[in-house]
């Protein structure tokens, strides 16, 4: 009985050492985050190249975890009563590791890191904003499936026949995912004609809004109602497309009519100030400008606007015609001429 109880004591006390060493290793992560990891972090921002603090920012989480195994694994060794060289306990261990290393992987590679832009910036290789999101998800692609060949190597699986059965497979597959492929396709149209990039205004017959990712299968634009479209490729790359972010200037026309007792004079005078106006607005393109008697209406002589805004913004677009519009108002009044309402007049013959 006696021996049964320090047996068991012993037993209690290698249980006890074995989650003080894990509770140790929880620890030392929490300090090595809090303070060893932030002051790598703040020293790789004070350099040149921000790679290095990208890099360490992406694999902050995997380095988390690596405490947390490395912790299990020192207590288990401690503890004599598990097989800590037993294959599988090795081999898990291992899996565990590579998992961590294609966590960082992969977020070193999401589109939401530095890792294109300082490819872009140390290079002479232009990346498009466009190219971002497919080149991010085709390298995340790959880093998944080395990891799982990886792995499944580890567990000592022939992977050989795995991609056999792929191949098999792949036929079924592409019939299946005919949809897929063609927007796949028409993702690989838009990244080569670039109708659009992120962030451009586009109208097409399917949708009209500002652009804010562009995946292998779709597009998503978002509304002036601000609702999120998600278009196939497919269906974009089929139809055309208004890219109203390319636009060099903003046109604005418009007509207004001038009531027939309007001398000649005074309508020749108007229009020759709203040439002139228009020349002399900071805001106007002065490549075409265009104001002219146009044409006889059926309440009025109608006369012409045409011109463009140097600004293609939405905002600075309207304040300029309201300009326009205000100092065109404040000439005909000057001139004392006045806008044609339509009217109808209604004569009436008197009979005895």
Known sequence: MSWQYITSMEHIQLVAISVAIFLFFLLLR??????????????????????????LQAFERPFQWFFIIVGIYAALYYYPYVNHVNETFIQLLRAFIIFLITWGLLNVASKSSHLFETIDKKTSI???????PFLSRALQVIIIAISISVILQEFNYNIGGFI?????????????????LSNLFGGIVIITEKPFTIDDWI???????VVEDISFRSTRVRTFAQALVTVPNATLANEPITNWSKMGKRRITFHFSVTYDTTKEKIVAVVEQIRTLLHEHDGVH????????????????????????????????????????LAILSLLEKENVHI????????TEETE
Do not use: C
Not at 126 to 132: N, S, V
């Open 30 to 55: 929490k300090l090595f985050t809090k303070y060893l990891f932030a002051l790598f972090i703040k020293l790789s921002k004070k350099m040149r190249s921000s790679f290095v603090a990208t890099l």
């Open 126 to 132: 232009e990346i498009d904003e466009i190219l971002i």
């Open 164 to 180: 056999t059965g792929l191949g098999l497979g792949g036929l079924a597959f592409s019939l299946a995912a005919q949809d897929a």
């Open 203 to 209: 109208e097409t017959p399917s949708v009209e809004g």
């Open 286 to 325: 002065k490549e075409t400008i265009f104001a002219h008697v146009d044409e006889y209406e059926k309440d009025g002589l109608s006369i012409l606007v045409y011109f463009f805004t140097k600004t293609t913004n939405w905002d600075e677009y309207l304040q300029i015609k309201e300009e326009v519009n």
């Open 340 to 347: 044609a309402i339509p009217s109808r007049k209604l004569y």
